[in-house]
């Protein structure tokens, strides 16, 4: 079964750091572009970070450039979310998501896993 | 960056209706657009790919149509469980933005 799990969520203070994690099973994984999408408590989708199936290119969204670190370990089958100097804005749910891999630099996200929650408060 | 808006916010039918959402984008995104549904508790789950390709796995009531700035996703003959929120994401270029969603209620 095609499979992603995030792990990682948790309670921070403002400024503080966090690691999410998504562990993928079920594909070849070093094959596909990964992402990290974000849903605010009660709002919509925001995309957050994308990285290629190598890893040469990284891209992030401008609300978390130089705070946010996407990575991936192809032979650990895991992708990763580093998330410095944490905001209240930054409360959410984090999702890991899949690139279709059917149409290169356009693909849509055909799996997601269930999501961690990040919770930024004082 | 690219701004999508959904219309409406939400919509109230009922099972049995024919429903259509629309999505614009601020400038032309060509066919790359994809159509999600998120259900209360649950992660999105794509219908539509490139505006009009369907998803397999997925009920073949949803169709996707448009291109360049305009894009339209029909719901055929609402079933109950098609009552959830839907969302469309531009896969043209970074960032993939997404529109703010509309809320498909029971009437």
């Known amino acids: 079964e095609v499979q992603l799990v995030e792990s990682g969520g948790g309670l921070v203070k403002p400024g503080g750091s966090l690691r999410l994690s998504c562990a993928a099973s079920?594909?070849?994984?070093?094959?596909?572009?990964m992402n990290w999408v974000r849903q605010a408590p009660g709002k919509g989708l925001e995309w957050v970070s994308s990285?290629?199936?190598?890893?040469?290119?990284?891209y992030q969204a401008d609300s978390v450039k130089g705070r946010f670190t996407i990575s991936r370990d192809n032979a650990k089958n895991s992708l990763y979310l580093q998330m410095n100097s944490l905001r209240a804005e930054d409360t959410a749910v984090y999702y890991c998501?899949?690139?279709?891999?059917?149409?290169?630099?356009?693909?849509?996200?055909?799996?997601w896993g269930q999501g961690t929650m990040v919770i930024v408060s004082s | 960056d690219i701004q999508m808006t959904q219309s409406p916010s939400s919509v109230s039918a009922s099972v049995g209706d024919r429903v259509t959402i629309t999505c614009r984008a601020s400038?032309?995104?060509?066919?790359?657009l994809a159509w999600y549904q998120q259900k209360p508790g649950q992660a999105p789950k794509l219908l539509i790919y490139?505006?009009?390709r369907f998803q397999s796995g997925g009920p073949s009531r949803f169709s996707g149509s448009g291109s360049g700035t305009d894009f339209t996703l029909t719901i055929n003959s609402l079933q109950p469980e098609d009552f959830a929120t839907y969302y469309c994401?531009?896969?043209?270029?970074?960032?993939?933005?997404f529109g703010q969603g509309t809320k498909l209620e029971i009437k």
């Open positions: 998501t899949r690139d279709q891999r059917v149409i290169p630099d356009h693909d849509a996200y055909d799996i």
């Open positions: 079920g594909f070849t994984f070093s094959s596909y572009s």
């Open positions: 990285i290629s199936s190598s890893s040469r290119y990284t």
């Open positions: 400038q032309g995104i060509s066919s790359w």
């Open positions: 490139a505006a009009s």
């Open positions: 994401q531009q896969a043209n270029s970074f960032p993939y933005t």
